[in-house]
């Protein structure tokens, strides 16, 4: 099985993936934004990104199969300081089957201070975003930035995108950008940029 879309190393999971990946796209590709799960590379140069103090927990949002989750547990992160963050029913149950431990949420990422329990805001140290912002008109884009900012102040987010530039128009949401890591190996190549409130 090729480094490229299977989503896991795992054949038969890599395949189970795709499909689930597949139908939710046949059912609202603009939610999902991509035919194929997230590649073992990328999973992998995302959770190299991942930055926590000990008491604090990494926010996933948008986290369809939960590969990207699993690379963030394989990296260390315990289950129990991972939160995602996942609006369809069926992926949210999936992931809750897929991932023991992890405090799995069906909710809206641009409803994040309602959805995240409140004991957890300011006790974010990354928060990850798979949900593709690039095709959203820019208030949607500022409402997402602005719902990150109340539960993680000045930390930011990652999103990883299929564009070669910053997919998110960084000045006119105050932003800061910076590409993080780059990879051939997902289809198609995909970049993590990191985005944090322009000071
Ligand atoms: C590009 S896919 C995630 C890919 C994931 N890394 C994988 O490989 O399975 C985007 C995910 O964001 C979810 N999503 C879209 N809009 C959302 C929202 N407003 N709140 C939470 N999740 C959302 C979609 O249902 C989908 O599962």
Redesign the pocket.
Known sequence: MSDIAT?TRSGRAGLR?AGL?FR?WLA?PL????V???SPAL?RRIAALVRRAEDEVVVE????????SRAVLEAGVPAHRLVV????PD?ADHLRGALPGVNVIR????ELPDALPRALHGRVGTVIC???LVLLPLARQRRFVDAVETVAPGRGFLL?TYCVTSPLPRRRLGLAARREAWTPLNLPPASVWHYRPQR
């Open positions: 989503g993936n990946f939710r609202n939610q999902m934004g991509s194929v799960p997230s999973c949002l948008g986290a369809g199969t939960g590969v990207i963050v996942e609006i369809v992926m909710g809206d990422a641009f798979g949900i593709p990883y």
